[in-house]
């Protein structure tokens, strides 16, 4: 699928609002869709329901950008791609859409560009069969600030603080320890994160170790039903307090590897020099029998391996 639009204006913005009525959770509707738009102070976004019958993949896309790109009824909201900027070219490959925009693209500040992205990818991936949305500065993939490639965004990519009605995205690269192959070594991989603010940089990196990584090259360590109690650092030691899932392991990942993928990683972090791990509160447990819990954990870098 191919098609054009437009685009216009420019756009200056920090924090993101789940949804006009305050809720996190987005509006129902018939259709079950709702389009991203800024808030009129350009700081935040908004979520409206949208009723539509299309039900054509490519048509629902087109459909979907459209209202993106046009000038919305109430002026209290701003189309994210009504922002000085234009899409050029949009297609769909797979389960993921790809949107190529101009140049001026790459006049927005960080700040501007990721709530536009997060608009974009947000109200895409809606559709059935879109999982994610990859974008092009022109033929070149979108980079961060850094000079990294994006990459393949999905819903996830931006990561909310549930309960929060204000939520500021910002977006920061940091290192985190998956495993090998063969699970039995870790490999250190510098990942960006666009992510909610109100969230802690160390309760961040212990959802993105659950989540896994976002290559082909490492492996995840942790039961990804694993729910996160509580992160909190006192003294220079990171407790991270863990459901009871977190005992049981899916994968063919030593006992070694999991625990050190999470302490490795925090550890990376200035402010925490030790890491104790709690399942629901309780550190006298054994973690497969082979490893006490009741230990404050250091870096362990003889686990780490080149990829």
Not at 44 to 52: H, K, N, S
Not at 135 to 148: I, K, P, Q, R, S
Not at 182 to 195: M, N, P, R
Not at 201 to 208: G, I, P, S, Y
Request: glycine residues 4%; negative net charge; contains cysteine.
């Amino acid at each position: 699928m191919k098609f054009r639009i437009g685009a216009i204006l420019l756009g200056f913005v920090m924090l993101i609002s789940a949804c006009s009525t305050g809720s996190t959770k987005e509006p129902e509707t018939s259709s079950g869709l709702c389009i991203y738009y800024l808030n009129k102070e350009e700081n935040a976004l908004v979520t409206i329901p949208y009723e539509t019958e299309t039900t054509n993949q490519n048509d629902l896309l087109e459909e979907l950008i459209d209202k993106m790109t046009a000038i919305p009824d109430n002026a209290e909201h701003k189309a994210p791609l009504h922002m000085g900027f234009s899409v050029v070219r949009c297609y769909v490959e797979g389960t993921q859409i790809v949107v190529s925009v101009d140049e001026h693209y790459r006049s927005l500040s960080p700040t501007t560009e990721i709530l536009i992205r997060a608009a974009i990818v947000r109200t895409l991936t809606q559709v059935d069969g879109i999982e994610c949305v990859s974008m092009l500065v022109g033929t070149e993939a979108l980079t961060d600030t850094a000079g990294n490639p994006v990459g393949p965004m999905s819903a996830d990519t931006f990561i909310d603080n549930e309960g929060s009605e204000i939520n500021a995205y910002e977006q920061a690269t940091v290192r985190l320890y998956f495993a090998n192959e063969t699970g039995d070594s870790l490999i250190e991989i510098s990942q960006t994160l666009v992510y909610n603010s109100n969230i802690s940089m160390e309760k961040l990196v212990v959802e993105q170790l659950i989540t896994g990584p976002n290559n082909t090259e490492t492996f995840p360590t942790i039961n990804p039903e694993t729910k996160i109690n509580a992160v909190t650092i006192a003294d220079g030691v990171c407790y991270v307090n863990l459901s009871s899932e977190f005992l049981e392991q899916p994968y063919n990942v030593s006992s070694e590897a999991t625990i050190y993928s999470i302490v490795n990683s925090l550890v990376e972090f200035s402010n925490v020099n030790k890491v104790q791990i709690l399942v629901d509160g309780e550190s006298e447990l054994m973690y497969r029998e082979n490893i006490n819990l009741d230990t404050i954990f250091t870096r362990n870098l003889d686990l780490v391996i080149q990829p």
